[in-house]
């Protein structure tokens, strides 16, 4: 489990294919490589991967091909700068929302506001695949390529969130431009709630969550 919570940013060094999927290799700050070891999680851009090798400078991972198919990681040019998040620890502080590091589509940065000193705060527009509608609503929870944010409203297709400077500057966004992909991952109790709901066959509350969010 993550926290969504970004502290630590990489570097894409390589990708390389490998039959059934892919093999990366990233370069990281020396505090985060401690926490690499073989067989650690570290969520990459929120797809949780698991460590393969690690050195005094880089550590790597193999992707699945469900992992390149529903996610950003196969795309992306060598060089990208890359959201780092190891596991959570038990006692560790729970400031995000928890996040599994499995991420369930990609969406589209749609638009961004015009910012003051060089810095977009405000309300961030993206796209979202209509399957995750249902598990999406104001207020609630969602990850974007691994970072905690807070939807501040949403339709079937689209959703929106508040960045602060604070964010912005210290994560990819920064250098985010409109029609660049993201990892999307639902709020976990969404994703059951929908569940059950769709579960139960055509429901006249689950058409109007997904189309309004929760209203009380």
């Given at each position: 489990m993550f926290t969504g919570l970004i502290r630590y940013l990489g570097t894409l060094e390589s990708r390389s294919t490998r039959p059934g999927g892919a093999r990366l290799r990233i370069a990281a700050a020396p505090d985060l490589l401690a926490r690499a070891d073989l067989g650690a999680s570290i969520a990459v851009n929120g797809a949780c991967l698991t460590s393969i090798a690690v050195d005094g400078r880089s550590w790597e991972a193999e992707l699945s091909e469900e992992t390149l198919e529903k996610s950003t990681l196969g795309r992306l040019a060598l060089g990208a700068?890359?959201?780092?998040?190891?596991?959570?620890?038990?006692?560790?502080p729970l400031d995000g929302h928890l996040v599994s590091g499995h991420v369930d589509g990609i969406g589209q940065l749609v638009s961004r506001p015009q910012g003051q000193s060089g810095v977009d705060e405000g309300i961030w527009h993206f796209s979202l695949p209509m399957a995750l509608a249902p598990m999406t609503a104001?207020?609630?929870?969602i990850a974007v390529d691994g970072i905690s944010l807070t939807v501040v409203d949403c339709g079937t297709d689209w959703f929106t969130v508040a960045l602060i400077p604070e964010t912005v500057k210290h994560t990819a966004l920064n250098a985010m431009r409109p029609?660049?992909?993201?990892?999307?991952?639902?709020?976990?109790i969404g994703r059951f709630v929908a569940?059950?709901?769709?579960?139960?066959?055509?429901?006249?509350?689950?058409?109007?969550?997904?189309r309004q969010g929760w209203q009380g």
């Open positions: 700068t890359l959201h780092l998040e190891p596991a959570l620890r038990v006692g560790d104001p207020k609630g929870s029609g660049d992909p993201v990892n999307l991952e639902a709020d976990p569940r059950a709901l769709a579960l139960r066959g055509t429901d006249e509350k689950l058409t109007k969550f997904a």
